[in-house]
């Protein structure tokens, strides 16, 4: 796809190709009432130097956000700091993240990425978690037929779960693809995360979702910093906006840097639901445009 469709394209879902670009966003997102986690977007590193560069990059990103008094976290993806290079590698890189956080009194989600990374993904939680990094958390993926045992597994480390459906498409005999299935197993597994008393980033931009998740929410009568929802920068906004009106906490993916390009197309292409729901945003965008020019 022509790189200048895809930017078009991608434009409402990144800040911007600088961490100044990020931290704008979130400035924003904070003046509205909502919070937010950074990303620096980052391909899966081919080298152990760029694995380090990019465990070096959030040192700048930790830096602004305690600068300009921000109220975000950070998140990770394990193949840029080396998972595929090795598992030792990426111990230390992301050793290095989760202690710079820890420095400026922050927090690190690790994003869970395709099936091949959920074992290590877990240990490597585990590990960190046993070394008494407190200032971590992971992302389970409903869509995975494995999410309600892995919960089972890690309740004993009372972890910051972020629970989202899951982006990667997997193959059935590991994962649900029916719709329905998805949505039961998202919910089945938040009721056994709340039950075992853990703290629960709802990640959802699904309305139907959203409304089970407050019902549980209600009948649990959980406090309001007892979990919290989360949904990507530019995506469905007044359905953000409705649950930080309702007195929900809302935390905001934020993703930045030069790599916008891979990351955007590897999303087209891993889910070509995105690219409908892009195409129909840019619709959505264009229509009243076009309206205004013609009246
Ligand atoms: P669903 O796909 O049914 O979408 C519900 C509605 O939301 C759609 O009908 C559409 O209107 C809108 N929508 C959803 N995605 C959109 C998009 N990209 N653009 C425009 N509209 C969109 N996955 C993963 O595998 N590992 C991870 O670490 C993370 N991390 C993560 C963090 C956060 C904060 C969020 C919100 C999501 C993730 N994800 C993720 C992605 C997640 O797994 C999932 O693919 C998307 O959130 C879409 O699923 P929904 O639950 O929103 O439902």
Redesign the pocket.
């Known amino acids: 796809m022509p790189k200048p469709i895809v930017r078009r394209l991608s434009e409402p879902?990144i800040a911007g190709p600088d961490v100044v670009d990020a931290c704008r966003a979130v400035k924003l997102l904070n003046e509205r009432g909502k919070v937010a986690?950074i990303d620096v977007l980052g391909e899966e590193s081919s080298n152990s130097g760029q694995a380090r560069d990019l465990a070096c990059e959030y040192e700048d990103v930790f830096e602004t956000i305690q600068r300009q008094r921000l109220d975000s976290t950070v998140s990770v993806k394990l193949t840029g700091l080396g998972l595929k290079l090795g598992y030792e590698v990426c111990r230390e890189n992301l050793e290095i993240v989760v202690r710079r956080a820890a420095e400026s009194a922050n927090f690190v989600t690790i994003?869970?990425?395709d099936s091949s990374t959920t074992d290590e993904t877990l240990r490597l939680y585990r590990q960190l978690r046993e070394a008494e990094h407190d200032n971590v958390g992971i992302?389970l993926?409903a869509s995975l037929r494995r999410t309600i045992d892995d919960v089972a597994t890690v309740t004993d480390l009372k972890p910051n779960v972020?629970l989202?459906?899951?982006?990667?498409i997997e193959p059935e005999v590991i994962a649900f693809r029916d719709f329905d299935a998805v949505r039961a197993s998202f919910v089945q597994s938040l009721d056994a995360l709340f039950e075992a008393g853990c703290y629960v980033?709802i990640?959802?931009?699904?309305k139907w979702?959203v409304d089970a998740a407050r019902r549980l929410v209600r009948e649990r009568a959980l406090a309001d910093d007892e979990y919290e929802f989360?949904?990507?920068l530019?995506?469905?906004p007044d359905l953000g906006d409705e649950l930080v009106r309702a007195g929900h906490r809302l935390?905001i993916?934020v993703p930045f840097g030069r790599q916008w390009y891979e990351y955007s197309l590897r999303r087209l292409q891993e889910?070509p639901?995105?690219a409908g729901?892009?195409a129909a945003?840019t619709l959505g965008r264009l229509r009243p445009r076009r309206r205004a020019q013609a009246a």
């Open positions: 879902y986690t994003d869970m990425e992302v993926q972020r989202c459906k899951g982006i990667y980033g990640a959802t931009h699904d979702l989360q949904m990507l530019g995506v469905r935390r993916y889910n639901k995105i729901y892009v945003d």
